[in-house]
């Protein structure tokens, strides 16, 4: 059957309890009552109770275990797992009922009751829409009014599709109700209460999706000329809400990860600027007023509504710059939330999109640690800008290539604040050297076999001094006799060696369960460099024989069980442990870490200015042992 039916008529016509027979279910009547039961759950006594129409309601059922309520087109979705119009047409079918026979071409070929329902949600919003709310929260966050509204967005302060409703006859009440259902712009309520069961009314059964007061913004996806509107997300009217209300409700209709907010208009904006052949920029952003706000400065933007970039969206994003023909540039700039998730959502953004063909990736890179006035998110950072010079102008400060990220990931940040000139310059030579080469060798895996080139010419255009720094990386000559590079891969200074042995030794200190006297570790990390040369300094005396290896301070030492029990035996014959101090364990470690980079590929070795040849290091781990009154001393462990 492909006509469409008069579904009030429909309702009116089938009494309920057939239905339930005819569902395979067994109704029995309890004087005035016909009872069932529910196939909704487990239901061992009748609970499904059948209502008849009154004139005011059509025949219903309602399940007092459950909640489960409904007319007969829901009963038969739920029990048989179809569509709104499938069962209407399986009821009809099974009561007689044919479909009218004048039906013109156009009511024939009405869309789906999903289509129907979005119409409607969108002409609802539009007739209920609070123009003097929206116009103030436009105002407060300075955004341009006729825009926004433009762009689809209305201000709803409660439940309108429900009161629209109302107004609807049974018939195309039942329809629209599924098919809103579908789209979650409504969602049905279960009230338990006998009482008031046969006196429900639509506010009673169903409530909008955005029944608290929102800025709804419709979410389009296709293109510009074959736009499909998707869903909708519904903005808290407040800047902040109160506490358990969320700041963004979505409807249901749509899997967000295969969506991006904005994509019709901002794809169109990078294909028509491309097809000029003028370089061409899309921003890629979180929310929706952050696209929003870019948008309306002329700069094209889409959100992922989230961190995460869905395998669609993706796909997209290549085909996009597959597409471009032109020989100018095209360029993906990351501007997600000034926050650690937002950096962190960069960070996973960077490794999927930097091998892009035909892509100049791009981060701005805000230092919001240390500039927290710049703005938490895109939205807030260009609020008060007005022209999309001024927002290029302002951007171009923080626009970075993206491999910034991962070198902020390799130096243990979250912003761009270690890589502005001053901080940059203070790290220590060793921490940039390392995180340098880090990134070299993550660039590296990314890339896979493919060459470095694109990553490597857009850190040469750029005049940051890490960003140089790390395109020597990339392009270091390789020697030809090792393989290894020219610029060593070690700690050549004595300094920087000893401080990472202090760090090895303090970590070593605190794991497993020997004591460890945190505090005087605190104090040698505070007086780091003097600690550093003291250790030093008794070390070359021991070498040069001036003095024979003294402990800084008796061992700690404490009786542990040999392992975890409750067993006498076990607990009555425990181990003595001991822990060097601080200071002592410093030099030892400093020892260590010189033995094992002992090695012959290392260019001072290969120049014959080794560890060894400097410092006999075997006279001080050669050392006998001394008795003192506090037992054995040992001069390295």
Known sequence: MDGRYDVGNLLARIPLDEVIERLGMVATRRGATVQALCPFHQDTRPSLNLYPADGATTAHYHCFACGAHGNAIDLVKKVQGLEFLPAV????????IKSPTRLSKQRANTASASELARKFAVRTYDERHDDQRFTAWCAEREFNRDFLYERGLRCITNGVLVDALQSKTVGERAELIDGLQTLGLVKRLHPRSPSVQGKLNL?????????????VIPIYGGTVKQSELLGFAGRALQSTPPEGVAKYLLTSGFEKAKVLFNEPSAFDAVKQTAKAGLPAKLYLVEGFLDALRLQSLGLPAVALMGTSLGKEPMERLKKLADESDSSAELAYSLFLDND???FTATDRLVRRLLDLHGVNLRWIGMP?????ALGKDPDTCLRGLLTADQATTWLQAFDLPAEAVLLVQALGGQDASDLQ????????PTVRERALFRVGMALRRLYGGRPT???AARLAASGWEWAQQLHGELTRVETSHSGLPERSLYLEEVLPRAALAR????HGARRG??????????TMGGNARLFDQIALDRLQAVMAGDVLWEQAAPFDAVQLPRKLTADPKVLDDPRLKVMPHPADLLVQQIVLNELLSQRHDRPAERRGSGFFRQHPSRTLVCLPPRSSGHGVEHAAQ
């Open 513 to 522: 369960e020997l004591p460890s006297d945190e505090g005087i570790w605190q």
């Open 421 to 428: 000139p001053e901080r940059y310059r203070q790290l220590a």
């Open 340 to 342: 650690p998730a937002g």
């Open 203 to 215: 506010h009673d059964q169903f409530q909008d999706c955005f029944h608290d007061g929102r800025v």
């Open 453 to 455: 080139e694109l990553a």
């Open 368 to 372: 919001w640690r240390s500039k927290p």
């Open 503 to 506: 760090s090895l030794a303090y």
């Open 89 to 96: 047409q399986w009821l009809a079918q099974q009561f007689g």
